[in-house]
């Protein structure tokens, strides 16, 4: 598709008049009446999920392309992705097969997120009981980026491959690291920072699983009131870019946010397996769009207020550029609950 002057695969001109009335383009889509959601439900089931999984590939090579010159919000050459997962309840009476607690189905949504434009670069989609260390086994490391991820990804053994492969972490201590100290390096403790250390682990598996040196990196946030410490295989950035670096793992707490709110994923067309990964990935399709229309038209408003704009437009004939003239200011950002549905159903 096509958005301003760029082209993909088809123009801008003929979507157009595709769009130029509703009844008009649901007459080419062989659709003659209203859509029961049993129908809907029907074609989740049969139709394979990785067919929108390809078309999100597709999308995040694309969208990755556009945002690759932007701001980082942190001092770093390198690529930066922050690594996390979120969790999809669902009716266990209706998904028996997402058996997640006693009373209670749902599905996990792990995801690798490239922090320039905020782009996820990788996702698996798996029963809510795994848990998300695993998600490590089956990343394809890049040498020299940095992985930023919360507690739940501290395994030692996994952590060390990062090592091998020449790649670099940045995740939390827990407060019951065994570990002693061998260097120092000083620190401005106006900045928050309060050490910047060498250690070895010292537990028994620990140490075997993690035999080489760590970098401990411990800091007090004035904003939140808490001392945070660090952990890192990197020895060469400053103590304060390592603080600031896990700060932009919020980023995919957003994106996640993001996703919930604004898309309808939680009333799922279909219940199997497939049904579900179908919509989640349809769902994620829908975000990389929508930041392929804000970047191609150079648009000001977040992606909530793009998403809305279109949501209520996707049946007039304007051009893209014109509805965002238009409504300006008239879509106000929301933390309603209530979520915008896909394809008007």
Same mark, same amino acid.
């Not at 009335?21 to 659709?31: D, F, V």
């Not at 009716?91 to 995801?111: D, E, N």
């Not at 075997?208 to 939140?224: A, K, N, W």
């Given at each position: 598709?096509?958005?301003? %002057?760029?082209? &993909?695969?088809?123009?801008? +001109? ?5 769009? +130029? ?5 649901? @007459? ?6 209203? *859509? #029961? ?12 999920? +990785?067919? $929108? ?7 995040? =090579? ?5 945002? =690759? ?11 930066? $992705? #922050? ?14 097969? #997402? ?53 739940? !990804?501290?395994? @030692?053994?996994?952590? @060390? ?33 309060? =050490? ?8 028994? %598996?620990?140490? /075997?699983? !993690? ?10 946030? *004035? ?5 945070? *410490? ?15 670096? &896990?700060?932009? +793992? ?10 919930? %709110?604004? /898309? ?26 929508? =930041?392929? *229309? ?24 304007? /051009? ?26």
């Amino acid at each position: 598709m096509a958005f301003a %002057q760029l082209t &993909y695969r088809e123009s801008l +001109r003929d979507i157009e008049a595709c769009l +130029r009335s509703r009844s008009n383009l649901l @007459y080419h889509m062989g659709i003659r009446g209203n *859509v #029961a959601r049993s129908t809907l439900a029907d074609a989740n089931e049969q139709r394979d999920w +990785r067919i $929108y999984a390809e078309l999100a590939h597709w999308l995040i =090579a694309r969208t990755r392309k556009l945002y =690759a010159q932007e701001e980082l919000g942190v001092d770093l050459d390198e690529t930066l $992705y #922050a690594l996390d997962s979120t969790t999809i309840d669902l009716c266990l009476t209706l998904f028996p097969w #997402a058996h997640f607690r006693r009373h209670k189905a749902a599905v996990k949504m792990h995801t690798l997120l490239d922090l320039r434009g905020a782009i996820p670069t990788f996702i698996r989609i798996t029963k809510g009981k795994l848990h998300d260390v695993h998600f490590l086994d089956e990343l394809v490391l890049e040498a020299g980026a940095f992985y930023v991820m919360d507690r739940g !990804y501290l395994d @030692y053994g996994r952590l @060390y491959r990062f090592v091998v492969e020449n790649a670099f972490f940045v995740t939390r201590a827990k407060s019951n690291i065994d570990c002693r100290w061998t260097a120092s390096r000083p620190v401005d403790r106006a900045t928050g920072l309060r =050490a910047d250390q060498t250690v070895y682990l010292q537990g028994e %598996q620990a140490a /075997l699983d !993690y035999p080489g040196p760590l970098r401990r990196v411990s800091y007090f946030d *004035v904003e939140t009131k808490k001392h945070l *410490v660090f952990l890192t295989n990197n020895f060469t950035l400053p103590a304060l870019t390592i603080a600031h670096i &896990y700060k932009r +793992r919020w980023q995919i707490e957003l994106f996640f946010k993001w996703i919930k %709110q604004n /898309l309808r994923i939680k009333a799922f067309f279909g219940t199997s397996d497939n049904a579900v990964k179908t919509q989640l990935w349809i769902a994620v399709c829908v975000y990389l769009l929508v =930041a392929i *229309v804000k970047k191609e038209l150079k648009l000001e408003p977040s992606l909530s207020i793009i998403l809305q704009v279109l949501s209520v437009n996707a049946f007039q004939q304007d /051009l893209l550029p014109q509805l965002f003239t238009q409504d300006a200011g008239v879509f106000q950002e929301t933390e309603s609950p209530n979520q915008l549905m896909l394809c008007g159903l």
